[in-house]
């Protein structure tokens, strides 16, 4: 049975001064760390303090936020509590990502703790590998995220990732844990949720602890990251400065280093926001930098362009600049390039082709959002196949706008829809059975 008596213990030491923030969402995960701390601090009175964050998505949360603080409340547990009222322009989970751990590093400076517990286990792990080798990342990226993350006065800890998500189930049942389940992780229009619904059983089956395999690999990336670190930073001094790259000198380092120097160029770019930014543009940087033509450039994400001259290559920031194309894996939200959104909902009453109705059996996922493309056809209902151009003309829509509109599309490039103007046959009814709901507003 899961116990993490001697992990508190001997490897955090802790004592009866320390204050632990806990992130906490009322998940089964969150609350076996909440109850494992709870249980130790009857052998070691420290402080503990529940910081919860209630993203007012789903109708039960403000259920689970009561639930939650009543449990803090009987267990002498500190309750802090924020409710997102808006959420950034990026991608959803991005942004209620950098919200979270903003409020939790408030709290933990406001009671100045040594330690920000967050109830990542082994099985999370695993997924963010696999995803991050589907998408495409660095090295560092590929080995996931850390057990203890050094920030300046406290530390991060994931005490739970030598530890499967069974066993967090299986704990909560034995001690009569309570807790909720988010309906949206059973949702397969999210990436996540298809990797665990569909990999993780597979790899389980050929292996029960698989988990520590994923975590082994993860720690010598990140050894081998580190080594590597250390040189490609020394060359990055002596070819990159004030964001501007000496092509003549960046061809004479070996190719590896050239592409983890691209990686590099690209943190120092866009810090916070390197969750947007995969291995295919990685790749369009170094043949932007090869490429035979003297002056080019490319566009990547969040405004940030790559301009070729000659022997140099800038990168900057222009809000701006016009974005001639796109084509983005949607989340949960989308802003997008003409000043509307796309976000994915869990219920609407409404039926118009503002919202987009789809059963992720009928469609290849994930979906992609992208700009038309010459001869795009959409499959309508009892009309056949019909070119995007020709709906446009029918629409009335204006020239200037077409090179712009959205159009949504699955994983094999098929056209469900465009946002505002038609759906194709793959949608559903509001009467008929659906697990996908968008709407454009």
């Given at each position: ?8 213990s001997?490897?955090l ?6 204050i ?8 089964p ?16 009175p420290?402080k ?6 209630n ?6 949360s ?10 803090c409340?009987i267990n002498?547990?500190y309750?802090?509590m924020l409710?997102?009222e808006?959420y950034?322009?990026d991608?959803?989970h991005?942004?209620a990502?950098?919200?979270?751990y ?11 703790a040594?330690?920000l517990m ?8 695993m997924?963010t ?5 589907v ?15 050094e ?12 530890y ?27 990436t996540?949720?298809r ?34 670190e ?6 990055l001094k002596?070819?990159f400065r004030n ?6 000198q ?7 280093l ?10 120092e770019?866009?810090?916070?926001d ?17 490429s035979?033509?003297a ?11 790559a ?41 609407c ?31 309508l ?26 159009v949504?599309v699955?994983?094999?490039?098929e ?5 505002g103007l ?6 559903r ?12 507003y």
């Amino acid at each position: 049975m899961l116990d993490l008596t001697q992990y508190f213990s001997k490897k955090l030491n802790i004592k009866s001064s320390d204050i632990i923030v806990i992130g906490c969402s009322y998940g089964p995960d969150s609350m076996a760390l909440l109850h494992q701390l709870i249980t130790y601090r009857k052998k070691v009175p420290f402080k503990i303090v529940c910081a919860h964050v209630n993203h007012q998505i789903r109708k039960e949360s403000k259920i689970e936020e009561e639930k939650l603080e009543e449990y803090c409340r009987i267990n002498q547990v500190y309750f802090e509590m924020l409710r997102i009222e808006k959420y950034g322009d990026d991608n959803f989970h991005h942004s209620a990502r950098e919200i979270r751990y903003n409020f939790f590093q408030e709290v933990v400076i406001k009671y100045q703790a040594e330690y920000l517990m967050t109830a990542h286990h082994g099985d999370d792990l695993m997924e963010t590998i696999l995803m991050r080798l589907v998408r495409g990342s660095s090295i560092k990226g590929y080995s996931g995220f850390n057990e203890i993350v050094e920030c300046p006065n406290y530390k991060i800890i994931r005490p739970f990732i030598h530890y499967t998500k069974e066993e967090l189930l299986a704990y909560d049942s034995y001690y009569n844990v309570p807790y909720a389940i988010d309906s949206s992780n059973e949702k397969r229009v999210y990436t996540r949720n298809r990797y665990r619904m569909e990999l993780l059983p597979f790899l389980k089956e050929e292996d029960k602890n698989v988990h520590e395999k994923f975590l082994k690999f993860s720690l010598l990336l990140k050894e081998c990251d580190h080594f590597i670190e250390k040189q490609s930073k020394k060359s990055l001094k002596k070819v990159f400065r004030n964001q501007c790259l000496d092509i003549k000198q960046y061809k004479e380092l070996d190719e590896f280093l050239q592409k983890k120097i691209i990686f590099l160029m690209l943190e120092e770019i866009y810090q916070k926001d390197l969750n947007v930014i995969a291995m295919r543009h990685v790749n369009l940087l170094f043949e932007l930098i090869y490429s035979k033509r003297a002056n080019a450039k490319v566009y990547l994400p969040n405004h940030v362009i790559a301009i070729k001259s000659y022997h140099q290559l800038m990168i900057e920031k222009d809000e701006n600049s016009p974005l001639e194309s796109y084509d983005v894996q949607f989340f949960d939200y989308l802003k997008l390039p003409n000043g509307k959104n796309l976000k994915l909902m869990i219920e609407c009453d409404s039926n118009g082709n503002d919202i987009c109705r789809l059963n992720s059996k009928d469609v290849t996922l994930p979906l992609y959002v992208r700009t038309r493309k010459i001869g795009d056809k959409m499959a309508l209902r009892n009309s056949g196949h019909k070119k995007l151009k020709d709906i446009f003309i029918d629409e009335k829509i204006p020239s200037r706008y077409r090179d712009n509109w959205p159009v949504v599309v699955d994983s094999k490039g098929e056209v469900l829809w465009l946002p505002g103007l038609k759906k194709s046959k793959k949608t559903r009814k509001i009467n008929e059975e659906c697990d996908i709901i968008i709407k454009y507003y």
